[in-house]
């Protein structure tokens, strides 16, 4: 028996990088976390501790921040893809590279009143997360996008059953025809390829989300997943492929007959834990092969 | 040396209760997070274990959720004051009630097109969470009230200054006069008295926060925080006194130098620790005795 | 109506502080969380931003790193001792510094073998943090102490009970004769003043929390709570006031009757949300005033 | 274009179940958190939202629940191979069972003097998480059985150098040849078959990566995971890969020549972010092939 390596990578993760862009008085804000993991040729390192194959992470991290003041962040990921691909392309020991960057949204802060300060005040918005995730392996071939989201958390109240499901002999469960059905959204979805509006795609992608978990009489979670799967695929030429990740967040109809009141549907107990969790990917049929996407 | 009983209080933490209400198809929501604390006749229950004096927790939690279906959740404060005074009055040994709320946001999921799903279906809004502490000690007396908010994050990518400070021998810091200047608002306010419209309070305090934070050019955070409380104060009679704790979230410029590139307050690393933490009251000169506010 | 500057602090928090001593080949590890609050001449930073009486928070973060290289980390509370007191005696717009420190333990790592490595290795050991809180108010006065821990959590599968509480209209809680009991011990203890020999002290607070816990046939977890502090205040003459803030971890017995089971105090559901909360404070009849000890 | 269903699952996450097993006297409690997912016939569902396929994920909670009672938890692997075998083998439309297990360690209290009160008091240990994730596809195949750890922090104060990387122009990491090594040891393992001792084997797998870390004179991360990785392979026959996912929790050298002061490695500020990641996987040269052991 041998002992030998087998996939590794390595990298600078969680540099908080925020780009300020000034447009006379006006100022843009970009909040972003980005995360390398490069590999290549490091047997040597993990072997005897060689290191001439390696870029420091305090490199990758200086990169970080240097390509935002050469390049600014307009999307994150041609951002990402533009890192990705200089850490390839510039070091022969490195062959792959992934960059996950996430970005926090900022609204600007309306003032009342004939003042200026809107220009560069900013108050953080929204509970969630844009991410993506990028893939570069080599001068020659193709890198994989996948944009996505975390942290989207909605609500519907009614317009959610579950009945007809097992029961085996640890079932308690009753059928419902009213629930109240609540997940955090948590999706990632690949694109066909590059393409020139990262932005316009997530908004699109994003609504597509919303209005499928909205517009769906929900008989399952799975039901509703697969539907705003399909709607995002549907709304989105670009986009051949996305993964959901949903918790059940169990809202139980609390019982107040030992108080002598109903309880139509009104009154919930939020539950943390233990909670249901929903996971499925959604394709069109010609969708290429992923590769290293999802990695 | 006779060992003694201090201060005490007891109660159920953290019920998260949903409270629903239908307008014909059209429902509202009300997400909150309900603590209570009580405190009276225990000297027994701590010496011997003789709880005869103890109103169960588990009790404390089932009153929650009937008080939610029996008189719904208008503002946070009314809904706290509910249930403070029930707890007090209805329980000879209970002389003390402390409630505080926590209220999550959720604004209504627009969908596009001629769909009705708009009605019930929900997405959850801001980064903030609303906040109450309301104390109530016997039938006789006045409760206290006060409301906040936390987890408001703001920044200005420009107006700040640092300079003038002490230099000791442990200062290195230099001064500067452009800074990005980010923090954390964690605030609570005092109100006066009772009151008809803790809604609008909260829209108003909320907004001079904003509003102040947005339209100081700041030498200090001290200063800033300064203007942020009597800005509340001023905009809002009802309320007379308010303390803010705000983290300095530090954005330090990126010394880019050594890649040939200059950084104009371009590009930033958003720190995670340590930061300063700047807290202080300030309050209306009129502004009554505190009490137990605060505790 | 005038607005006024109430009280108000400020510092550098969690500055995150390790300290190796040589002691030849075998390393001694110290691993800290210091946060500093200062308050003094504070008006004028308020009012206008006029820094002149305002020592940075950076130069607070160096103080702190150049102390742990000057002095070492022997016990928290000295080293929090030497920094109140810097603060205040060095600067003459300082009147009062807070210091609180978090202590985070390590094990070394017992390698088998003839190995030296043991020497400079170490593993994070135990889920408890020390904790201290040290206010000094100028030269004059005496210093307050206040040592404690977090996180210490405890379970007795047995011996403990719950009955004979108030029954009001909203109680379904049934009695009960045997329960699980578990708690977060969140422990902060007064010292009567400065002494020789807080590590020992430390470990007999700990060890007497521990053993009274264990040893207490709990009816109630407030008379668990009362009989740890008089135990603490018992065992440690040095210590004239203890407060404790417990959670009551709720383990629900499972009702496994629908599936033909009996449950005889052996499968628990450990909840999350809400959660039993218990907070005293156990004194000395002789205890001195607190002043600002506990702020 | 169509859309369709690709991989997908389902289950109930995050079951805390406490199990207290009575030796006379002497209790014995076990701590897990359990997650479960299933996978079958569930096209249905997600198309049309029909459930005549579904289990629901409460049945699972359920039977956590009622398997703990009925087989005891003896080790989390054991407990989660009767679990998936039971959903796989009991339920036509569920073709594979991933079960997830998080085990929490518990200490006795020893108290002083001659009480039996250790023998059902108990206080949490330790930092690190034990785990295990079991797969079972149909009652033909075998089951994989992944084993691991989380949580586990260690530190080197010295017997760690990093020189020898590549210098491209955004490096300004100077060579060190002594540093502080620190990391959270993430580590999974998967066994080459059920055996007889998961107890035993987590043990010695345990103790080879404390070995290993403390035993290695470090000249890069990746060597020490390498080393540690290797050390598990070689101490325990059974297992035949093992992943392991190590932050570099940077510990930087205080400047403190401003204050007049050196610092011969002993004043360290422990960063948050950003943080080297380093991942890799060790295996066997004769491992089986790994399925879906990891997904």
Known sequence: MAVVLGPNRYGKAETRVVRITRDGGVHHLKDCNVSVSLSGDMGAVHRVG????????DSQKNTVFAFARKYGIAEIEEFALLLARHFVDSQPTIHHARVEVE???????????????????????????????????????????VSGLKGLTVLNSTGSEFHGFIEDEYTTLRPTRDRVLATDVNAAWRHRGEHEDFGTS?????????????????????QTLYAMGGQV????????????????????????????????????????????LIEGAVLTDDAPDAGFAWE
Chains 1, 2, 3, 4 share one sequence.
């Not at 929204?126 to 996008?145: L, M, W, Y």
């Not at 997530?202 to 799975?222: I, K, P, V």
Request: glycine share 6%; hydrophobic share 35%; proline share 5%.
């Open 50 to 57: 060689d290191n001439a194959a390696v870029l420091p992470t």
């Open 103 to 145: 970005e926090y949204f900022w609204d600007r802060v309306r003032t009342e009143g004939a003042t200026d300060q809107g220009q560069h005040s900013f108050v953080r918005s929204g509970r969630e997360i844009r991410t993506c995730v990028v893939h570069h392996d080599g001068p020659s071939s193709q890198a994989t996008i």
């Open 202 to 222: 997530y908004e699109r992608a994003r609504r597509a989300l919303l209005d499928a978990f909205a517009g769906t009489h929900s008989l399952s979670l799975q």
């Open 233 to 276: 695929l549907e709304a989105c030429a670009e986009i051949c492929e996305i993964h959901l990740a949903m918790p059940n967040k169990h809202h139980f109809t609390v019982d107040l007959e030992p108080f002598g009141l109903d309880n139509p549907q009104e009154v919930f107990f939020a539950a943390d834990r233990p909670y249901g």
